[in-house]
């Protein structure tokens, strides 16, 4: 699989004043291993973008810039490539998210967290979905500091999209 790189948005005259469009996120179901609930997940992204652009911008989101977003559902083998190739690190992982607007989950990574920590499986894609989100908008979980404030964003946007 090539990763796309994604047009950003242009900026768009609207009553006289310059704003942005929403991005366009959409969901592909790139794994065969399970079957996914991908109309829901789609919709989940779509209000989930919404909710996460309403959040002041950190200093590096580029979020709102995007015309497109993608979110990949990889097998873990597909997943293990990817971080190896870009990250250097061996093994799978949940959530790999590009800063050209692309998120790769990983489907199996993701039935096995939910069954570890007592989740459904679209939770806990939702939640990577999410967490790709936050990322294009600034976010990191690089330090202890970082991940708190983004665990707590997470939950806030999980329940007001989830509400």
């Keep these: 699989m090539k990763l796309l790189k994604r047009r950003r948005t242009r900026e768009v005259k609207k009553a006289g004043h310059a ?27 779509r209000r989930v973008l919404r909710e996460c652009l309403k959040i002041p911008k ?20 597909r997943m293990a490539e990817l971080h190896r190739r870009f990250l250097r690190f061996p093994g799978p992982t949940d959530v790999i998210t590009f800063q050209h607007g692309e998120i790769f989950v990983s489907a199996e990574t993701a039935r ?9 499986l679209e939770g806990e894609i939702r939640l990577y979905i999410l967490h790709g989100l936050l990322h294009l908008h600034g976010f990191n979980d690089e330090d202890s500091a970082d991940a708190a404030e983004m665990e707590r964003m997470q939950d806030k946007l999980m329940a007001a999209v989830t509400a």
């Design 19 to 45: 704003t942005r469009a929403t991005p366009r996120i959409t969901v592909h179901n790139r794994q065969r291993a399970m079957r996914v609930p991908l109309a829901a997940l789609q919709e989940f992204a």
């Design 58 to 77: 950190k200093k590096l989101s580029s979020l709102a810039s995007f015309a497109e977003l993608s979110v990949i559902l990889v097998s873990n083998r």
């Design 112 to 120: 096995s967290h939910a069954r570890r920590f007592g989740n459904s």
